[in-house]
């Protein structure tokens, strides 16, 4: 072993030591090694490519049709003016808005640049530039969304508002453009050492702003009668503008800490894997911690825990209390149906109908938080003397007051729509256990069974194990709230329906306070099985 | 003129979210030293290492390594620390000898496939050198870690808990390792549980705790370690 003496430093170098070689080829030496033993050929990746273009033109042009389709059937808004009234552009724009936040949030949370655990590790400690090692991670995430917000608008702009082709293609690629300088922005924060909290919890006010804001307008009765579609000129020159801001990102990639590029690779792995996994629950507390406050600023007395059951409660309550993604989650999905309610052209049974249930489940999904985490680490519900069962009932307290307060702001919109308020507010709040029932049973179900039969369909294979296990909890929501579904539809609530939504809540909460893991068709599968060996 | 310490920690205060995890550390490292640093699990002694290389902004106090404050945003500190941590991560589709030649190569070193097959040789993962991460025992791809910090050119080398996973064989032939780094003039900044690792390898200890951090002679410092693992 030799020394070497460099800038006074004695340096262990038993070995020759020359240039550093560029990142590139790091990267490439990487990427060959692993194209090498990935088995595909060039042949099988042309196919791969071919098949992911097909599917999603498809996708997109089925979209799309639906849109049309859907457009076609909402009725011209009529030319009396109601008191509390939004015009369909207004919804369009505020939707917009809303997605803009969103965005924002989700850019905070992922990071938006990041190193997974391998490129982490053996990568960011090597003396080569790092801008050229983070390159590819840092174009990916600006990229996707340009992608998938030039589609999303397209489909708002061409289907709800039937606007012409030539139009089209310049809000798209307008919000194109402005999707990839919200990453892109995010990423500069990032490199100037703005927290992912920071990052994330400006795009949830902006996200919580866009509802409230079109509520006020409703109120005040201000509306545009078209979306504000930006001329060609503003949209070219949005191109250097955005072109820019890749350039100062690139810039400033070498800036950004190992530490951080870290958390935001391992927040981005944990989200991706759990999208590949399709679990949802994964996906929940990958972008929950990856903006949590690492240290609370208070801890909470928990004065309203006297026993173990209250205990339990109280702590529910502070795991929700403590997530600004749920909480913004839970005010902008109440505000749903208050806002299609009033739009005329969505106003209708179907369209309400789809307002709540859709702002009812997303609503319901930032509930379970504590039921979540409890079924992540079991330990927590074995702590306290209670009965499995009686755990279970316990978990829905929180969800059932976070869901009352929701049901009462939705059902009063509903009932203003079906000018009865008190009829619809006692039919949500007969309905509240159902959603709660729902929240706790979705978050207590096993990890998708992958192993399960697969089913043939055209648009592929379909694992059967998996559909059957995301189902547990919505299907709650579909079938439990019957009576509130054809309540909607016929635009009227009467004494049968009120009956029969109690007691079908009933049976929720019992269904819900089940401790099997195992469906009833799995356990009538299981019982044949032991018969048979029996016999044998 | 006395040379500049490599390490130099005044009252470093580490933690997460502000919050300190052990009290203000205060040491300094020379070249041609190994300190180790020594306390219970959750102690803090990672958490310190981490200030080290950078992946952890201290919360309070004086840390300067190589007479700069810590910044491994800076090609120069890249070059001259090298690290070992607990970071069970690889890459799926790189061999074992691939990983060690990726580490070689991207350091500059010539010569780096003779380099990359001493050091395999060294820590018995000549046989494994064409398996991938996936097909390795804990133990093996432990050494393949190490093996890594040993690839490359260093001044400083930090390692976490090195002895962890490995058989007593190998750990003497690490322990003869780190001696080897120090007389060629390296600087070893280590934390562990190992009293027969520490006495072999260390000419100072600092014993991380929550009330107080103290420099110990390596003797006192392995019977404490016994103590708290009989």
């Known amino acids: 072993m030799t020394t070497t003496d460099h800038d006074d430093e004695p340096e262990v170098q038993p070995f020759e030591v020359g240039e550093v070689p560029s990142a590139k080829s790091i990267r490439r030496f990487t990427s060959q090694a ?71 949030s989700l850019a905070g949370r992922l990071g938006p640049v990041g190193a997974g655990g391998a490129e982490a ?266 009965e499995a069962k009686t755990v279970r009932r316990l978990r829905m307290v929180v969800p059932a007051a976070a869901m009352l307060l929701w049901s009462l702001v939705a059902f009063a919109a509903v009932g203003r729509w079906a000018s009865d308020v008190p009829g619809w507010i006692a039919l949500g709040i007969a309905s509240t256990p159902v959603w709660a029932a729902a929240a706790v049973r979705g978050s207590y179900r096993p990890a998708p069974d992958w192993g399960g039969a697969l089913v043939s369909t055209p648009m592929g294979a379909l694992p059967t194990g998996v559909a059957t296990v995301l189902a547990r909890g919505p299907d709650l929501v579909i079938l439990c709230l019957l009576p509130v579904w054809i309540a909607v539809l016929l635009r009227t609530v009467n004494a049968p329906l009120l009956y029969a939504q109690i007691v079908l809540s009933i049976i929720a909460v019992a269904i819900a306070s089940s401790i099997r893991t195992r469906s009833l068709m799995e356990s009538l599968m299981d019982a044949q099985e032991q018969e048979r060996a029996a016999r044998r | 003129m006395p040379k500049k310490p490599v390490i130099r920690a005044q009252d470093l205060i580490v933690g997460y979210g502000g919050a300190p995890v052990c009290a203000p550390v205060t040491f300094t490292l020379a070249a041609g030293k190994v300190v180790a640093l020594v306390g219970a699990n959750g102690s803090g002694k990672s958490t310190v290492l981490r200030a080290v290389i950078g992946l952890l902004e201290p919360s309070g106090g004086t840390l300067r390594v ?88 260093r001044s400083l080398l930090v390692l976490d808990e090195p002895e962890q996973r490995l058989d007593r064989a190998m750990r003497d032939r690490l322990a003869s390792r780190i001696v080897a780094e120090k007389e060629a003039g390296g600087a070893v900044l280590l934390a562990t549980h190992d009293p027969d690792l520490l006495r072999a390898v260390a000419d100072r200890a600092v014993h991380v705790a929550d009330d107080v951090t103290r420099l110990l002679p390596t003797d006192q410092a392995a019977d404490l370690i016994s103590r708290e693992n009989p």
């Open chain 1, 34 to 104: 692993a194209n090498s033993r990935g088995g595909a050929t060039i042949g099988s990746l042309l196919g791969g490519v071919y098949y992911a273009v097909i599917s999603i033109a498809i996708s997109v042009a089925v979209a799309l049709g639906a849109a049309q389709a859907m457009r076609a059937s909402l009725p011209e808004a009529p030319d009396v003016e109601a008191p509390l009234q939004l015009s369909l552009a207004t919804l369009v724009v505020v939707i917009i808005v809303a997605l803009a936040g969103a965005l924002l």
């Open chain 1, 121 to 386: 590790a053996w990568w960011l400690a090597l003396p080569v530039d790092r801008r050229g090692l983070l390159r590819p991670a840092a174009r990916r995430l600006p990229l996707l969304a340009g992608f998938v917000a030039a589609i999303l608008v397209a489909l708002l702009d061409a289907g709800l508002l039937a606007d012409p082709g030539l139009r089209v293609a310049r809000v798209a690629t307008t919000a194109a453009l402005v999707a990839v300088g919200i990453v892109l922005l995010a990423a500069v924060g990032q490199s100037a050492g703005v927290s992912r909290r920071s990052l994330a919890l400006a795009g949830d006010v902006l996200l919580f702003l866009a509802p409230v804001a079109a509520v006020v307008l409703a109120r005040v009765g201000w509306s545009v009668d078209e979306v504000p579609g930006a001329p060609w000129w503003f949209v070219v020159g949005l191109v250097p503008v955005v072109a820019a801001l890749a350039v100062v990102v690139d810039r400033r990639l070498g800036r950004i800490p190992s530490r951080t590029l870290r958390e935001s690779g391992s927040v981005a792995t944990q989200a991706v894997g759990a999208v590949v996994s399709m679990d949802s629950r994964e996906l929940g507390r990958a972008l929950t911690d990856g903006a949590a406050a690492p240290v609370r600023r208070w801890l909470s007395p928990l004065t309203t825990a006297r026993g173990p059951a209250s205990a339990l409660v109280t702590a529910d309550l502070v795991v929700l209390r403590r997530s600004a993604r749920h909480v913004v989650q839970l005010v902008v999905a109440a505000l749903v149906p208050v806002l299609v309610s009033t739009v005329p052209q969505l106003a209708s049974p179907i369209g309400v109908l789809f307002a709540v249930l859709i702002a009812g489940s997303v609503a319901m999904s930032a509930t379970g938080e504590g039921a979540r985490r409890a079924e992540m680490a079991p330990i927590l519900d074995r702590l306290l003397p209670l």
């Open chain 2, 66 to 153: 190589f007479d700069n404050p810590v910044d491994e945003r800076d090609v120069a500190f890249r070059t001259k620390v090298a690290s070992v941590l607990d970071d069970d991560a690889y890459f799926p589709a790189l061999t074992v000898s691939e990983h060690l030649y990726l580490t070689a190569r991207g350091h500059g070193v010539h010569g780096a496939q003779e380099v990359v097959a001493g050091l395999l040789a060294e820590f018995g993962l000549t046989d494994h050198a064409r398996s991938l991460p996936v097909a390795l025992s804990s133990g093996q791809r432990r050494r393949l870690l190490l093996a890594a910090g040993f690839v490359r050119p």
